[in-house]
């Protein structure tokens, strides 16, 4: 199924505002209605190649060819059913690979109706961040996507499912906020009426919770959705899987997310993974039920999904629903998906580790990841 994407850096056009397409066609000294056309081709005929941008001279096709590209990635591969997810596996220009994940319709969790065609988008090739229990870190981090490639993967997408994608999340590989302004185009182009046209109550931005970010995306004026990877109430366990942490914690995050709340009407999502021995204590659920109050926010609880390398196990189911009853009993509503295959990111980046490591681009990261807290940690 492998081809070879475009070896060149250009820009893509799915990176690019009309705005800045005019500027290049007024460069070109073509008329502005060009870049209008382009722009239509682009995004709503989706054009695959330049050349079949055919209302558009062919000077003015060869021109643009030398400073744009309209695909920057190829479909490398393809994991999963129909019915529950389907990991999508996209080799980029630079010969790295990022996933991104087809999740089918499920009861409402990130909007408010049902989400019929779910897409969970990488932000990054890799990441900086280092949670004990992730996949998308293991190798590190290597590099932002730009804001095309972000938008490529929905286009991508939607090309192989030949449906249209109506839920964004951004729960892929990386931390969205730490590539602020690729992501922020991105969210633009895919919300324009001229671009993809999803709505942004339809986006959800996923967050280890880098506090300063939070505000400055509050302050972006698209009433998109967020949660935060909380999966630990206590400064104490939540440092230990998540050494972002120890930069901003749990008081300067939850700062961050009231500010949020001036600015946006949806309620906040906490995500928390539960991990056998590590955060599944009825103790840390209680004060979960307290933390997620203080915000108005819900609580969406994963059973971890076990990630090859790493030692980390789920808990029983009768530990998972204990935890979510304590949560109710604290008045807090949460979100308990027992079944396997439906969860949001599924382990997002196995696959794309398997692949590098394979074709040699990484070294076979043997995870460092162990912590000695409680009975399931290794
Ligand atoms: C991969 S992250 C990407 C977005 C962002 N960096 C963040 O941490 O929210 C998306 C979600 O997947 C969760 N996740 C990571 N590894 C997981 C695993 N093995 N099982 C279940 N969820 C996992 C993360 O904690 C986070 O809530
Ligand atoms: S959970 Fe998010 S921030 Fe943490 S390592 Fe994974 S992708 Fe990065």
Redesign the pocket.
């Known amino acids: 199924m492998s081809t070879n994407p475009p070896s060149q850096a250009l820009p893509s056009l799915l990176g690019t505002k009309p705005e800045e397409v005019a500027a290049v066609v007024t460069s070109l000294g073509e008329p502005a209605f060009r870049a209008k056309q382009i722009v239509e081709w682009t995004f709503k005929k989706r054009a695959t190649g330049i050349e079949a941008m055919s209302s558009l001279s062919k000077p003015l096709r060869q021109a643009l060819a030398e400073k744009f590209v309209t695909r920057s990635m190829t479909l490398s591969n393809v994991a999963g059913s129909e019915d529950t997810t389907r990991k999508i596996l996209l080799k980029l220009h630079d010969g790295r690979y990022v996933e991104t994940v087809l999740i089918p319709a499920s009861p409402a969790l990130y909007s408010e109706r049902s989400d019929r065609l779910t897409l ?1 988008v990488s ?1 990054q090739v890799g ?1 900086a ?1 280092d ?1 004990k ?4 870190g293991l190798a590190g981090f290597t590099r932002n996507l730009t804001a095309g490639e972000i938008v490529e993967q929905i286009v991508q997408a939607e090309a192989y499912a030949a449906d249209r994608v109506d839920n964004l999340v ?8 730490a590539n602020f302004s690729n992501l922020v185009k991105a969210i633009e182009i895919l919300n324009a009426e001229w671009g993809i046209g999803i709505g942004a109550r339809h986006m959800t931005v ?3 919770g880098l506090a300063p970010q939070i505000k400055k995306l509050a302050d972006v004026p698209l009433q998109i959705r967020l ?3 909380l ?1 630990g109430a206590s400064d104490e366990v939540r440092s230990q899987i998540m050494p972002v942490n120890k930069k901003h914690n749990i008081a300067e995050l939850f700062e961050a997310l009231q500010y949020w709340r001036t600015k946006h009407k949806q309620r906040i999502t906490l ?1 928390y ?1 539960l991990i056998e021995g590590v955060n599944d204590m009825l103790e840390q659920a209680r004060l979960l039920a307290k933390r997620a109050r203080s915000i108005d926010a819900r609580v969406n609880l ?6 090859e390398g ?1 030692p ?1 196990v789920r808990p029983s189911e009768a530990q998972c629903i204990a935890f979510r009853d304590t949560l109710a009993a604290g008045g807090v509503t949460a979100t308990l998906r027992l079944e396997k295959g439906h ?7 196995q696959l794309r580790l398997k692949q590098e490591t394979e074709e040699g681009i990484i070294e076979s990261p043997i995870p460092e990841k162990r912590i000695t807290i409680g009975a399931g940690a290794a």
């Open positions: 969970c932000s990441c961040y949670c229990f992730c996949a998308s951004f729960m892929g590989m990386g931390e969205p906020l996923s967050t280890s949660a935060i990877s999966h995500e993974i994963i059973p971890y999904n076990t990630v790493l980390w969860d949001i990111a599924a382990a997002c980046g």
